[in-house]
Antibody, heavy 115, light 112 residues
Framework: EVQLVESGGGLVQPGGSLRLSCAAS????????MIWVRQAPGKGLEWVAS????????YYVDSVKGRFTISRDNAKNSLYLQMNSLRVEDSAVYFC????????WGQGTLVTVSS | DVVMTQSPLSLPVTLGQPASISCRSS???????????FNWFQQRPGHSPRRLIY???NRDSGVPDRFSGSGSGTDFTLEISRVEAEDVGVYYC?????????FGQGTKLEIK
């Protein structure tokens, strides 16, 4: 059974940093693109970042470029999102998703950016 | 980026009655490989999104057959033949034909 479990969310002040993690199991992690999607409170879904199977290609939505870094450790079956210079508008539930076809989602981890 | 526009944004439905959600894309969604990479998702309150339909009309495993998807070009539809209480939630369309993947605004289905 495919499982994606996010962690690392929490309350942080504007300008602060957080590192999200996603532990994957039930499939061959290194065979799949991995994606972060976020959902602001009461709002819709927004793609944030994607990373290729071997980590060689990474893509970001414009609003996070230069502030967020997506990475992975295939030996640990783990996906990460390093978030720096956080803004109030980055507050959201962040979902880890396998592949861009959206077949498998984690339960999400809540990030709140507030003073 | 491809803009996905859903309608209606709010959909009150009587139990047992049909429901229909429309999604229009700002560009055609036929990929160079001939496929249309267009999906529908359901998000029940307090849950993660769940994919219902992929590549326009293919139901995911475990999705009741009262859900069906159709469409072509830039216009797509999700239909529920007879709404049940468990169908309450927000429905999103999504395209992955063109980078970056983009979602519709969501349609909130509620029981009248």
């Amino acid at each position: 059974e495919v499982q994606l479990v996010e962690s690392g969310g929490g309350l942080v002040q504007p300008g602060g940093s957080l590192r999200l993690s996603c532990a994957a199991s039930g499939f061959t992690f290194s065979d799949h693109w991995m994606i972060w999607v976020r959902q602001a409170p009461g709002k819709g879904l927004e793609w944030v970042a994607s990373i290729k199977q071997d980590g060689s290609d990474k893509y970001y939505v414009d609003s996070v470029k230069g502030r967020f870094t997506i990475s992975r450790d295939n030996a640990k079956n783990s996906l990460y999102l390093q978030m720096n210079s956080l803004r109030v508008e980055d507050s959201a539930v962040y979902f880890c998703v396998r592949d861009n076809n959206g077949a498998y989602w984690g339960q999400g981890t809540l990030v709140t950016v507030s003073s | 980026d491809v803009v996905m526009t859903q309608s209606p944004l709010s959909l009150p439905v009587t139990l047992g009655q049909p429901a229909s959600i429309s999604c229009r894309s700002s560009q055609g969604l036929v990929h160079s490989d001939g496929n249309i990479y267009f999906n529908w998702f359901q998000q029940r309150p307090g849950h993660s999104p769940r994919r219902l339909i992929y590549k326009v009309s293919n139901r995911d495993s475990g999705v009741p057959d009262r859900f069906s998807g159709s469409g072509s070009g830039t216009d797509f539809t999700l239909e529920i033949s007879r709404v049940e209480a468990e169908d309450v939630g927000v429905y999103y369309c999504m395209q992955i034909t063109h980078w970056p993947e983009t979602f519709g605004q969501g349609t909130k289905l509620e029981i009248k």
